[in-house]
């Protein structure tokens, strides 16, 4: 009996030790895998946007393929060479419109922010929190030195120093540029890369993802994978109709309005439409400064325009398209926004609601699961 009991005693220590290494292991484990998702936050919101990309060219060929019976390769083939054709058309027949509009977009809001910057100091308002001072210098050339006296002026040529290191200045701005440009190049091509692979055998993914289950959890896992396959493609098909037509209604009143660069505006508050709440905030101030350079009157039909889009948007297109993709409320998308947005930046806020999805149809799932057993 003493052996028996002495055997059930260390049974018990053995079973504990063993129980505090794996969860001690699990925690390591946890929290090396927290490590690695902040250190590469970037590379990680880079994919996700390749299979968003990869989801919305899949919604694409389905939707194609209800109106036609061709197989899914020449029905993805046919919607990138579309969208291919209409970037072409739109960079051929209005690359130089565009460029000049966005140039002269870019100056109107830099003297508008100026010009704001100034209203608030003449009434007392500390501006000195805001860094244009290089928006004060651009908006204003020539400011300094066209009134200064001519003796004040230097003759004489700057030394090899002042050359010298005006040159290596110019040279680190430069390169800071290029790898600025390359960068944001390289992006753009990895994500259209990832989401063309992804679109092309999205079978070969999901099979792919679920082989990372364990076997027993397997079935659940394809349930969840294809919950979640669907409520983004129904999500991205949706959010796409809504910044199509966010861009056409803020093109066409703006242009009746007469304000400068209305095609480039209207494109920017298209876009600026995939990021709920913050987006639609951020393209109707951009909006009102552009519109300040034509008048008082015209900046007030600009806001009148942009809270009858955001009335369009939130209250008839959003109910209408995304009643069947996701239902999320406002308060709670806009606090994972902002916690996003402050951690990982312009990916976490751009992605915040795709990553809310999945996370909602995740939760879903786990609590009809409990609920059933």
Not at 47 to 57: C, K, S, T
Not at 184 to 210: D, E, S, T
Not at 305 to 315: K, Q, R
Not at 326 to 331: D, G, Q, R, T
Request: charge should be positive; include cysteine; glycine fraction near 10%.
């Amino acid at each position: 009996m003493a052996s028996s009991g002495n055997t059930g005693r260390i049974q018990a220590r053995n079973d504990l030790a063993w129980a505090i290494s794996v969860g001690g292991i699990g925690a390591i484990l946890f929290a090396a895998l927290l490590v690695a998702v902040w250190y590469f936050a970037s590379t990680l919101f880079l994919i996700f946007a390749g299979v968003l990309l990869g989801v919305a060219l899949l919604a694409m060929s389905n939707l194609l393929g209800r109106v036609t019976e061709l197989p899914h390769p020449l029905r993805l083939a046919a919607i990138c060479l579309l969208l291919l054709a209409l970037l072409s058309g739109a960079i051929f027949l209005g690359g130089s419109t565009i460029a000049q509009q966005a140039t002269a977009l870019s100056g109107t809001i830099k003297s508008q922010v100026v010009n704001l910057k100034a209203f608030l100091e003449k009434y007392g308002v500390d501006t000195s929190y805001l860094d244009i001072g290089s928006l004060t210098a651009a908006a204003a050339p020539g400011a300094q030195g066209a009134d200064a006296p001519a003796q004040d002026k230097p003759h004489n040529l700057p030394s090899a120093g002042t050359i010298a290191s005006s040159g290596g200045a110019i040279l680190t701005q430069t390169w800071k540029i290029v790898l600025g440009t390359v960068g944001a190049v390289g992006n753009f091509f990895i994500v259209v890369f990832l989401g063309l692979c992804f679109a092309a055998q999205p079978g070969v993914y999901r099979r792919g993802l679920i082989a990372l289950a364990p076997r027993k959890h397997r079935r659940n896992t394809a349930v969840v994978v294809d919950r979640i396959g669907d409520t983004l493609e129904r999500w991205l098909m949706a959010q796409l109709t809504t910044m199509f037509a966010v861009f056409l209604v803020t093109w066409i009143g703006l242009m009746l309005l007469g304000i400068p660069s209305a095609f480039i505006l209207g494109v920017q508050a298209g876009l600026l439409t995939f990021i709920p709440t913050v987006g639609a905030l951020i393209g109707g101030l951009i909006v009102v400064l552009a519109s300040l350079a034509s008048g008082a009157f015209a900046a007030l039909s600009a806001f009148v325009l942009f809270l009858g889009v955001h009335a369009l948007e939130s209250y008839i297109l959003t109910p209408l398209l995304q009643r069947q993709a996701l239902e999320i409320p406002p308060a709670t998308l806009f606090a994972f926004q902002i916690l996003l947005g402050v951690v990982f930046g312009v990916w976490g806020l751009a992605l915040a609601l795709p990553l809310v999805a999945i996370a909602k149809v995740v939760m879903e799932f786990v609590r009809e699961d409990g609920e059933a057993t």
